[in-house]
């Protein structure tokens, strides 16, 4: 499962409280993922597509608590295509027109009824109501990078007017998104890791939040230890051969991406390491806390070697 799926996974399981913020949710997701369907005898049916079977549930579910609407679930495979399988939701019912208009989906105008374009004041009041509305976005066309692969979130969506009214409901959260335009589509977007956490706590997805806090400490610390790397290294005195053969693996371990794999214990002895290449075993073992004998600290080393020399074989680099 994506990143992406995973969060509207966990996002499903908690619990909406209040009917303001229910309809707020529920009038998102629609914006996003809806289209509006003539069924025969002009009965209106709303679309909603997703590729997640947890927002289906939770389409249908808030659907049927607010409104009482019924729904009909298909199945589109999509394997060809190299994607997976994807849901439509049909969703119908006696108050099906009442619930295109509480959400703002259509709007009453002198004119007649016409197509709602931005974000409807009502749900832009209290701060409770608009959480929702941002999560339910979320749920109906929100997509976030896997942060290992780096920090990236956005909504795609077709109306200029919305696009902006997301922009700016997600600015008065300070979030510092911006719009871009993509085949047609105004992607409103966050690129900002610790804004990314930020908008995660809004929704209230705090498992998403640490999975993605986690990996950012990880590279924070690989990042920290490279740099220590590039200030220390010219400082290392040639004649201390078994400290710059440390430090070369520990170097090699960075380069190619094996650095955060490695232990707590050999993380630190190889930075202790590198902050000190004039260090005795005994001195750098000292260092440690609970202290460490001069064995203790040769093992790791040792263990750090070997790691690297394995890999060195593997890749054929030995
Ligand atoms: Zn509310």
Known sequence: MSFSSRTKAELAKERIKDDCCKIAALSALMRMSGSLQLASGSKKRLRIS????????????????????????????????????????LLFGDAIERTLLDTGFLEETKEGIILGS?????????????????????????????????????????????AQDLCNLLNSYDLNAKIVTRKGLYVVYLKESDKITEFLALIGANGALLELENVRT???FTNNINRKFNCETAN??????????????????LDN??????????????????????????????????????????????????????????????
Request: overall charge positive; proline content about 4%; aromatic content about 8%.
């Open 50 to 89: 997703t590729e997640s079977y947890a927002v289906t549930r939770w389409t249908i579910k808030l659907a049927k608590s607010l409104y009482h609407l019924e729904s009909e679930t298909l199945i589109l495979e999509r394997k060809r295509l190299g994607k997976n399988r994807s849901f439509a939701i």
């Open 118 to 162: 931005g974000i409807p004041e009502n749900f832009l009041q209290n701060d409770c109501c608009r959480r929702s509305f941002l999560r339910g976005a979320f749920m109906g066309g929100g997509s976030i990078c896997n942060p290992e692969k780096g920090y990236h979130f956005e909504f795609a969506v077709a109306s200029e007017q919305f």
């Open 218 to 220: 990880e590279k924070d």
């Open 236 to 253: 290392i005195k040639k004649s201390v051969n078994a400290a710059v053969r440390q430090s070369e693996m520990i170097r090699y371990l």
């Open 257 to 318: 991406g094996e650095f955060s794999k490695l232990s707590p214990e050999l993380r630190e002895i190889a930075e202790l390491r590198i902050d000190n290449p004039e260090l005795a075993l005994a001195e750098l073992g000292a260092l440690l806390d609970p202290p460490l004998g001069k064995s203790g600290v040769n093992h790791r080393l040792r263990k750090l070697e070997d790691i690297a020399l394995s890999i060195k074989r593997q890749k054929g680099d030995a």
